[in-house]
T-cell receptor
């Protein structure tokens, strides 16, 4: 069964460093998302991406963050100058469609630890 | 602003029991509602999606219902097993051009052998 994959599974970085989290969405999906979950808190939406551009972003997704689909398979989240409060589990998701039938499928996540 | 609440926060039941998890949301203008399962330190596994025009969906021992007008959904698990132990999350997809899912905090289920 097709699935969303993410690498790395765990990333440790020092405050102020840049990190790139990678995702391979399900191959025939057109809509891509990043969410994050700080330990003990709700899963929060960061950004959605369609047709090679951001379609929606949350207040969390400030200039520190960027997303890119560098080729036909990968979808990346870049965090510039990481802060301690960026420590969280980051989930990539994809869906074939949007609206009522737009079921989102999630990857296993990347645990980001900023020290 | 859409708020999603799940009650109870934690539930412990003996194996074989039937149980119901609850989810409520404040804005009924939704496209759909998804139920997910999350194992500790792991990703989210989609269990069921109910579109706003539907009343329920079934998959194996799971049955999810949706009452959009009252802002409620339930996930019914029949004949629970220890392998069902996990955190169950519900999330709503808003109408009005948004694609994001708004999540509840989840119900942590423990099924005791």
């Amino acid at each position: 069964e097709p699935e969303v994959t993410q690498t790395p599974s765990h990333q440790v970085t020092q405050m102020g460093q840049e990190v790139i989290l990678r995702c391979v969405p399900i191959s025939n999906h057109l809509y891509f998302y990043w969410y994050r979950q700080i330990l003990g808190q709700k899963v929060e939406f960061l950004v959605s991406f369609y047709n090679n551009e951001i379609s929606e972003k949350s207040e969390i997704f400030d200039d520190q963050f960027s997303v890119e689909r560098p080729d036909g398979s990968n979808f990346t989240l870049k965090i510039r100058s990481t802060k301690l409060e960026d420590s969280a589990m980051y989930f990539c998701a994809s869906s074939e469609s949007r609206g009522g039938s737009g079921e989102q499928y999630f990857g296993p996540g990347t645990r980001l630890t900023v020290t | 602003k859409q708020e999603v609440t799940q009650i109870p926060a934690a539930l412990s039941v003996p194996e074989g029991e039937n149980l119901v998890l609850n989810c409520s949301f404040t804005d009924s203008a939704i496209y759909n509602l998804q139920w997910f399962r999350q194992d500790p330190g792991k990703g989210l596994t989609s269990l069921l999606l109910i579109q706003s025009s539907q009343r329920e969906q079934t998959s194996g021992r799971l049955n999810a219902s949706l009452d959009k007008s009252s802002g409620r959904s339930t996930l019914y698990i029949a004949a629970s097993q220890p392998g069902d132990s996990a955190t169950y999350l519900c999330a709503v997809n808003l109408q009005g051009g948004s694609e994001k899912l708004v999540f509840g905090k989840g119900t942590k289920l423990t099924v005791n052998p």
